[in-house]
C-alpha cells in the first residue's frame, strides 16, 4: 500500500473516531422513525427489550459509565475501532482469498 493511500485511511479513521466521540453526543435525541411511528399509532406501550439490550453497548452507551457525554462518545469510539478492525481482517482474508 502506498504511503499517501496508508495517510488517507488513517485520516479517515480519525476523522471517523472524533465524529463518533465527540460530536455524536450532539445527534438528535427524537426517536427514531419506528419508535415515532410507534408513538403516533399507540403501540409504544407493547414494545419488548430486545435480545442485546443488556449488551455493554446497548442504548448508545457503555454501560457502567455514569457520565452521558463520556458514555455517548466512549460507545461511538469503540464502535469504530471494532468496525475497524473486522474491516481490515475481512478485506486481509478477501484480497488473500482471489490470489
Known amino acids: ?3 499517501s493511500l496508508k495517510n488517507f485511511y488513517l485520516s ?3 476523522v471517523a ?3 463518533a466521540g465527540v460530536i455524536s ?3 438528535s ?3 427514531d422513525g419506528l419508535e415515532k411511528v410507534a408513538e403516533d399509532i399507540g403501540f409504544i406501550g407493547t414494545a419488548q ?3 442485546v439490550a443488556n449488551s455493554p453497548l446497548s442504548d448508545y452507551g457503555v454501560v457502567g459509565v455514569a457520565n452521558e457525554r463520556l458514555s455517548v462518545g466512549l460507545s461511538g469510539i ?3 475501532i471494532i468496525t475497524a478492525i473486522l474491516s ?3 478485506f486481509k482474508y478477501l484480497s488473500k482469498s482471489k490470489k
Request: glycine share 4%; no cysteine.
Open 1 to 3: 500500500m502506498s504511503k
Open 12 to 14: 479517515f479513521f480519525f
Open 17 to 19: 473516531l472524533f465524529l
Open 25 to 27: 453526543y450532539y445527534a
Open 29 to 31: 435525541s427524537n426517536p
Open 49 to 51: 427489550d430486545s435480545a
Open 78 to 80: 469503540i464502535g469504530v
Open 88 to 90: 481490515i481482517y475481512l
